[in-house]
């Protein structure tokens, strides 16, 4: 997975989850449930040509065929 898809992945993912909008990378980094200080950063980073791991890979590609994680509030 590249940055260009984890941008189209956060746009679509915010029409999925009714919101009409991108899921903020801070909304995105939540439900992969990552932690740290500022856990959105680490998906901009992504989108900026940082690698992506394989399991964020597989979880936003089960995420875009329809796993919603149910502690997700957005």
Same mark, same amino acid.
């Given at each position: 997975? $590249?940055?260009?898809?984890?941008?189209?992945?956060?746009?679509?993912?915010?029409?999925?989850?009714?919101?009409?909008?991108?899921?903020?990378?801070?909304?995105?980094?939540?439900?992969?449930?990552?932690?740290?200080?500022?856990?959105?950063? $680490?998906?901009?980073?992504?989108?900026?040509?940082?690698?992506?791991?394989?399991?964020?890979?597989?979880?936003?590609?089960?995420?875009? $065929?329809?796993?919603?994680?149910?502690?997700? $509030?957005?």
């Amino acid at each position: 997975m $590249t940055g260009q898809e984890i941008r189209a992945a956060r746009a679509k993912l915010g029409k999925l989850w009714g919101l009409n909008r991108p899921l903020h990378a801070s909304e995105l980094a939540r439900a992969l449930r990552l932690h740290g200080r500022d856990p959105g950063s $680490t998906v901009l980073s992504w989108e900026a040509g940082s690698p992506i791991s394989g399991p964020v890979s597989v979880a936003v590609e089960a995420m875009l $065929t329809g796993f919603r994680p149910r502690e997700l $509030t957005v």
